[in-house]
C-alpha cells in the first residue's frame, strides 16, 4: 500500500515513509492510494476475534512494510488489560431508543485519542530502530492530545516528548496527570502564557527547517495517518459488536473537532463496513455542521471560536477534513489544491454542488449542541439509564437522538470520561464526580515540570540541551 498527497505533488511512499512526517511537501495530507475492500465473509471470520487481533487485520491492510508478525505484537502490546481498564477495551453499553455509547476512554489518560496513540507508542519507536535513528517529538497541548503522547511515548527507546503548555491554565487534573510522569524521555514545559502563543513556538521552532533536521524534530498531531489508521479498528469493533450477521447496518454518532475520527468512519465505511449514517455533532463552534447543512466551508478567525463546556472540540479549521474533500470531489488533487488556494485568498469555498453525495453517497449528517443541551443530556442519561457521561459525548448523545432510526443500532463514540471535566458535571447534577479506580491519588504526586517563558529563544535553548542523541 502507497500513500499520495491530497494535492497530488508527493511521489507515492510506503507506510513507514509518511509515518513520521508532517504535511505533505505539496501542503496536503498523505491518503492510501486506493481504499481497501472488506468482504462480508471477511467481517464474520473477524467477529470473533478479540481487539489486538482485529487491530492487527484492519491495520495491516494500510501497513504493507512492516512484517504481519511485528504487528501483531505491536497491537497485542498497545491494546491489552495492563493499559486499558476494559476487558474488551472497547466496551459497548446499551443506553435508550437504540442507542448505544462505543467505550473509547478506557486507555491512561481517560480520552479517545489513547486508541490511535498507543499505537504510535509502539510503531514509533519499532521504525526508529529500523531506521537507526531518534526522534524529539515537540508539542503544544491544551490537554487531551499532549497527556495522550507522553503515556504512550514514555519510556520508549528512541523517542523523547517536548511537550509545551499553557503555566496555571489547565485543570489541576490535566497538569496531575501529565506532570507527574517522571520518565526521563518526557519534558513538561510550561510557559507562561496561552495555549496560542505555546503553538505558535511549536509552529516556529518546526518550521525553521535547519533547527528541525539538527535535532529530529517530529510531531504526533491529529493529520499524522498512522492516527486515523488506528482509529479505524474501532468502528469495525463497534459494528462486529452491535450486529449478529452479515449485512446488518448500525449508524455511529461523533463529537467531532479536527474531523479526525468521523474520518477514520468514513474510511471504514468505504471499506465495504455496513454504516448507515455518520452523525457528526459539534457543539456552539460549528463550522463542520454548516458545511454539511449548506456546502459552504467557512473556517472561522480565533475571535469567533468559543471556548465552550466541551473544550476538546472548540475548533475553528478542520486539519482532517481535506482529505474528506479528496474522496468528495472524486480524488482529484488539481480540484483539492484549487479549494484550498481560494480558502487561504477567500476565506471559504462552497462545495454546495455536492450536497446530495453527502448524505445520499457518503451517509454523513450533522448537528449541533449547546451547552444547555450538554447539561440536559448529561441528565437525561443518568436519570434513564444510571451511566454518567462526559460532556463531549453529551454533544454526540443530543445530536444522535434525532438522527436514530428503528431498528438500526446508534453507537455514539464516547470520547472522554465525565472525571476529567467534573466542573461540568457538577453543573449538570449538583454533585461531584469521584476519580475512577486507580486515580484518587493523582493530584498529591509528585510533578516534573519546567517553568520557561513565552519566548522562542527559551525553549530553542531547553531542546538544545535535552534532545536525544
Ligand atoms: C480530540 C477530541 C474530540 C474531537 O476529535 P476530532 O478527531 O478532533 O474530531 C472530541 N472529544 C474529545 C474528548 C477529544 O479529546
Redesign the pocket.
Known amino acids: 500500500m502507497n500513500y499520495i498527497s491530497t494535492r497530488g505533488q508527493m511521489q507515492p511512499q510506503g507506510f513507514s515513509d509518511i509515518l513520521l512526517e508532517g504535511l505533505a511537501p505539496d501542503g496536503g495530507l498523505a491518503v492510501p492510494e486506493s481504499i481497501p475492500q472488506v468482504s462480508a465473509d471477511t467481517l464474520e471470520r473477524w467477529r470473533a476475534l478479540p481487539y489486538h487481533a482485529l487491530a492487527a487485520e484492519v491495520l495491516s491492510l494500510f501497513v504493507t512494510d512492516i512484517a504481519s508478525d511485528d504487528l501483531a505484537r505491536m497491537t497485542r502490546a498497545a491494546y491489552n488489560t495492563e493499559v486499558f481498564r476494559s476487558e474488551d477495551i472497547v466496551p459497548v453499553r446499551a443506553l435508550y431508543d437504540g442507542m448505544y455509547l462505543l467505550g473509547l476512554?478506557e486507555g491512561p489518560t481517560l480520552?479517545?485519542?489513547d486508541m490511535a496513540m498507543q499505537f504510535l507508542g509502539q510503531v514509533f519507536p519499532h521504525v526508529l530502530r529500523k531506521r537507526a535513528t531518534t526522534l524529539n517529538i515537540l508539542g503544544a497541548t491544551s490537554?487531551?492530545?499532549g497527556s495522550?503522547a507522553e503515556y504512550a511515548m514514555r519510556g520508549k527507546e528512541g523517542v523523547a516528548v517536548f511537550m509545551l503548555s499553557p503555566h496555571g491554565r489547565m485543570s489541576s487534573f490535566q497538569r496531575a496527570q501529565m506532570y507527574s510522569l517522571q520518565d526521563a524521555n518526557i519534558h513538561n514545559i510550561a510557559v507562561t502564557g496561552v495555549f496560542d502563543e505555546a503553538q505558535d513556538i511549536v509552529k516556529a521552532l518546526s518550521g525553521d527547517l535547519a533547527f528541525k533536521s539538527r535535532y529530529r524534530l517530529g510531531a504526533v498531531n491529529?493529520i499524522n495517518w498512522a492516527r486515523i489508521a488506528a482509529?479505524i479498528v474501532y468502528y469495525f469493533h463497534g459494528w462486529l459488536r452491535a450486529t449478529r450477521g452479515p449485512g446488518e447496518q448500525v449508524s455511529f454518532a461523533?463529537?467531532?473537532?479536527?474531523?479526525?475520527?468521523?474520518?477514520?468512519g468514513h474510511i471504514a465505511r468505504m471499506m465495504g463496513l455496513p454504516i448507515r449514517r455518520l452523525v457528526l455533532a459539534t457543539n456552539e463552534n460549528n463550522v463542520l455542521e454548516e458545511f454539511f447543512r449548506t456546502g459552504s466551508y467557512r473556517p472561522r478567525p480565533a475571535d469567533q471560536t468559543y471556548a465552550t463546556s466541551?473544550p476538546?472540540?472548540d475548533?475553528s479549521r478542520?486539519?482532517?477534513f481535506e482529505r474528506f474533500v479528496f474522496d468528495l470531489v472524486g480524488r482529484d488533487p488539481s480540484r483539492v489544491a484549487a479549494l484550498w488556494a481560494e480558502l487561504g485568498s477567500r476565506g471559504s469555498f462552497d462545495l454546495s454542488a455536492y450536497l446530495p453525495d453527502f448524505e445520499g453517497k457518503y451517509g454523513f449528517q450533522a448537528g449541533v449542541s449547546s451547552h444547555e443541551d450538554r447539561l440536559a443530556t448529561i441528565r437525561t442519561v443518568m436519570d434513564r439509564c444510571g451511566v454518567l457521561i462526559?460532556p463531549?459525548?453529551a454533544?454526540g448523545v443530543k445530536v444522535a437522538s434525532s438522527h436514530v432510526e428503528p431498528g438500526i443500532p446508534m453507537l455514539v463514540?464516547e470520547?472522554?470520561l465525565p472525571a476529567?471535566f467534573s466542573d461540568v458535571i457538577e453543573e449538570a447534577l449538583g454533585r461531584a464526580v469521584p476519580p475512577p479506580p486507580g486515580f484518587e491519588d493523582l493530584e498529591s504526586l509528585p510533578q516534573r515540570v519546567d517553568v520557561l517563558p513565552c519566548d522562542i529563544g527559551a525553549v530553542r535553548d531547553y531542546i538544545a540541551r535535552h534532545v536525544l542523541v
Open positions: 476512554s480520552a479517545f485519542k490537554g487531551d492530545t495522550a491529529s482509529q461523533v463529537p467531532s473537532g479536527n474531523f479526525g475520527n468521523i474520518l477514520s466541551s476538546s472540540m475548533i478542520a486539519s482532517n462526559d463531549h459525548t454533544d463514540l470520547t472522554a476529567k
